[in-house]
Nanobody, 114 residues
C-alpha cells in the first residue's frame, strides 16, 4: 500500500491550503486516517485524526482552523487548513491504519511566511 500526499506549498500567514492523500491501487478498508506534521528541528506530532465513523480529534494548536475529512470509498483523507500561521510550517504526513498496520505517505512540505 502506497500513500501519495499532495497539496503542500508556500503561503502567507492567514492563507489556506488543502492537503490530499490517497492510497493507490485497490480499495482498502482503512480504520483511522490521520495527518501528522514535523516542524523544523522538532519531532513529528499528530495534527488531526478521523475514525471510520468520522469521529475527529485535533491538536489544540489547530482546533477551529483545520478540518480533516475522508472519502472511505476512495481510500482518501483530506486536511483543509485555514488561517495558517508560521508555526504551522513543517512537513505533513498522512497516515492510515488497517488491521493494526500503519501506513505512511512520504510527506508534503507546508511553509507559512509572516
Amino acid at each position: 500500500v502506497q500513500l501519495q500526499a499532495s497539496g503542500g506549498g508556500s503561503v502567507q500567514a492567514g492563507g489556506s491550503l488543502r492537503l490530499s492523500c490517497a492510497a493507490g491501487g485497490s480499495y482498502y478498508m482503512f480504520n483511522n486516517m490521520a495527518w501528522y506534521r514535523q516542524p523544523p528541528g522538532k519531532q513529528r506530532e499528530l495534527v488531526a485524526r478521523i475514525t471510520r465513523a468520522e469521529s475527529t480529534t485535533y491538536a489544540d494548536s489547530v482546533k477551529g482552523r483545520f478540518t480533516i475529512s475522508r472519502d472511505t470509498a476512495a481510500s482518501s483523507v483530506f486536511l483543509q487548513m485555514d488561517s495558517l500561521v508560521p508555526e504551522d510550517t513543517g512537513v505533513y504526513y498522512c497516515n492510515m491504519d488497517k488491521l493494526g498496520t500503519q501506513y505512511w505517505g512520504k510527506g508534503t512540505l507546508v511553509t507559512v511566511s509572516s
